[in-house]
């Protein structure tokens, strides 16, 4: 694109990014508080260990990623992790002797003891008191070293066998590899932040002197590439868009984020910019293999694990919000009004950052005065669908309390279907499109389907369409084929008494 609309957009993502971060003075207080547990715990015996536990940060804290929690609604505390590695061979230890054994020696420190949460399934977990507004809590986790010696390299020497509680009673092992996801991930972002690293911590001590006296002062885990930006963005989007749904917790779990946009990223040099490129690689997954489907399971590997799947709770409703993604940064694209931008950052991205930023923000607005465009090649702007061979509703439409709507999925290449909205970034040719009505309206009852193309490749066929065809032979499907580039839409109709008692509204589709 050659307006500067991307420019405003990747500001406006990157300050939202950066609300959502842990504050420097947040981050200083989190690891003074972790290197203190850390010391207390290394200084303690364990049954069966000879050494000191080792002690680091993992999870979004280490990777830099990290984000404020967003639950029902609500901002919550910080989540700090903290690995407790035991020296100790599996034959010495059983998984409960190991979570107990960390428990216990956090429950012998008297302020311990007292901000200690209940057991949890895997980690141990201290609550901090909430200061100016903002709060976190400590997971630790305990686990024993337990390398993997094939198909991982030189990370899989990190693997830990982590403690699961079952149940009340049933303790069992498994396997991760924090430490070694950690220096991979790094290495996968390793040329951005050498670019980065200099300015960033610059800018950083000049807004926090009282914190650091000098730029060398700066850690590196503060520098924020913009692959852990985008993270942040996903995370948050993801959090957001699924908040109150149905399938809230079906949400693609974070892991699986973080490794799918590491495997993508190609060292942009913007948020935006490795958002698109995301979205790009990962919808495209049959052709960049950054996702496997291997006897009809979605495979996402730990790539410091490669016997391990991210991706074994992965359905097709995750792509789903792929497409949410898509469609909230191309209408952020074409705000035109402070009231729309406003709207349309607090609803992607939660009240907090998007009143902050929204109302900081007085530059040009993206949309103002532009003719509307998509990063994704979708048809912006207002759609239409006033075409001369779209043929009218043969019923009388009747206004109701029912309603209607229309689902579809994607398949091509062997792969099992894909979930796509309406009006998504193009789908390529030679695939098989599945469409699926869904009703209130009481049976016994008829769906009509509306098929209408559009574009010169459909003109030229001869294949404009635009009828309505009668699905009472396959219930509520419609089955059609990505054949001709351009925009095209379908539209369900319920007829009820030969009187149509719902519609959908068009869904569209778009064809590369």
């Not at 200083?28 to 364990?46: D, K, N, P």
């Not at 209607?404 to 030679?430: D, H, I, W, Y």
């Amino acid at each position: 694109m050659n307006d500067n609309r991307t420019l405003i957009v990747n500001t406006l993502l990157q300050e939202i990014a950066e609300e959502l971060d842990i504050p420097p003075s947040k981050y200083q207080e989190a690891v003074e508080r972790y290197t203190a547990v850390g010391r207390w715990l290394e200084a303690g015996s364990y049954d069966g260990v000879s050494r000191s536990p080792t002690i680091y940060p993992q999870g979004s804290f280490r990777l830099g990623t990290v984000v404020r929690p967003y639950r029902n609604g609500i901002e919550k505390e910080y989540d700090i992790d903290l690995a407790c590695e035991l020296n100790c061979p599996m034959s010495n230890t059983t998984a409960k002797d190991t979570k107990h054994s960390v428990g216990d020696r956090l429950k012998d420190h008297g302020t311990y003891r007292d901000m200690l949460d209940k057991e949890g399934r895997r980690c141990w977990t201290l609550m901090y008191a909430e200061a100016d507004g903002i709060g976190f809590h400590l997971d630790v986790l305990p686990c024993i070293t337990n390398p993997i010696h094939s198909g991982s390299g030189v990370h899989g020497l990190k693997a830990v066998e982590i403690t699961d509680r079952v149940s009340d009673t049933s303790y069992a092992w498994g396997k991760s590899n924090p430490a070694g996801f950690a220096d991979w991930f790094d290495e996968r972002q390793r040329p951005a932040f050498n670019r980065v690293a200099a300015l960033r911590k610059s800018q950083i001590q000049r807004q926090n002197p009282g914190l650091f006296a000098r730029v060398d002062d700066v850690p590196n885990q503060l520098v924020r590439t913009p692959l852990q930006r985008a993270i942040q963005i996903l995370k948050r989007h993801r959090d957001v868009r699924f908040a109150g749904k149905e399938n809230e917790f079906d949400r693609p779990i974070s892991v699986i984020i973080t490794t799918l946009a590491a495997l993508a990223y190609g060292q942009e040099n913007d948020v935006l910019s490795t958002l698109a490129n995301f979205l790009d690689r990962v919808q495209r997954f049959a052709d960049t293999g950054i996702i496997r489907c291997e006897n009809d399971k979605w495979v996402i590997s730990n790539p410091v694990n490669p016997h391990e799947n991210f991706a074994d709770r992965w359905n097709d409703k995750d792509f789903q919000w792929l497409n949410w993604l898509q469609e909230d940064l191309d209408e952020l694209l074409n705000a035109s009004t402070s009231i729309g931008l406003h709207d349309r950052l607090v609803g992607t991205f939660g009240e907090h950052p998007g009143n902050l930023v929204a109302n900081r923000y007085s530059g040009q607005l993206p949309g103002a005065q532009q003719v509307p465009k998509s990063i994704f090649q979708r048809v912006a702007g207002r759609l239409r669908f006033d075409v001369p061979h779209r043929q009218n509703p043969q019923w009388h439409i009747s206004p109701t309390k029912f309603k209607a709507e229309v689902s579809a999925k994607f398949l091509r290449n062997g792969f099992r279907p894909t979930a796509f909205t309406s009006n998504c970034r193009p789908l390529p040719k030679g695939g098989q499109l599945i469409f699926e009505a869904s009703t209130n309206v009481p049976k016994p009852y008829t769906v009509y389907w509306q098929v209408v193309n559009t574009g010169g490749e459909a003109t030229r066929a001869n294949q404009l369409r635009g009828e309505f065809y009668d699905s009472h032979s396959s219930g509520k499907n419609r089955n059609e084929r990505t054949a001709y580039s351009g925009m095209h839409w379908v539209e369900c109709f319920v007829v009820q008494n030969g009187i149509c008692v719902a519609r959908s509204g068009e869904f569209v589709v778009n064809i590369a």
